[in-house]
């Protein structure tokens, strides 16, 4: 069974950074698009950051664009999601999610294998 498991996150002051790191437990991970997601308190789960099977392609949300990076380590089944410049209003719990068709989705149904989240919260 594809197990996904999310690290990384905490509590940081407004403007610092933080690395999100996802382990992909099993299945041929180099063939999944990979895609991390937010839900804040009170608020839908939202799209962040995707990255298609090769790196070759990557899309994000307009409200971390220029802020946030998302990268891939096939060799060891890991996506990151870089983040600088924190706000208050990044404060969520962050998912990664894997989609066996290799391409990067913004589409939350899209995706087949979910992580449990962390926590990150940006407050002074």
């Known amino acids: 069974q594809v197990q996904l498991v999310e690290s990384g996150g905490g509590l940081v002051q407004p403007g610092g950074s933080l690395r999100l790191s996802c382990v992909v437990s099993s299945g041929p991970f180099s063939r999944y698009g990979m895609g991390w997601f937010r839900q804040a308190p009170g608020k839908e789960r939202e799209f962040v950051a995707a990255?298609?099977?090769?790196?070759?392609?990557?899309y994000y949300a307009d409200s971390v664009k220029g802020r946030f990076v998302i990268s891939r380590t096939n060799a060891k089944n890991t996506v990151y999601l870089q983040m600088n410049s924190l706000k208050p209003e990044d404060t969520a719990v962050y998912y990664c999610?894997?989609?066996?068709?290799?391409?990067?989705?913004?589409?939350?149904?899209?995706?087949?294998?979910w992580g449990q989240g962390t926590q990150v919260t940006v407050s002074s």
């Open positions: 999610a894997a989609d066996q068709r290799g391409s990067p989705t913004v589409v939350a149904g899209r995706y087949d294998y």
């Open positions: 990255i298609n099977w090769n790196s070759g392609s990557t």
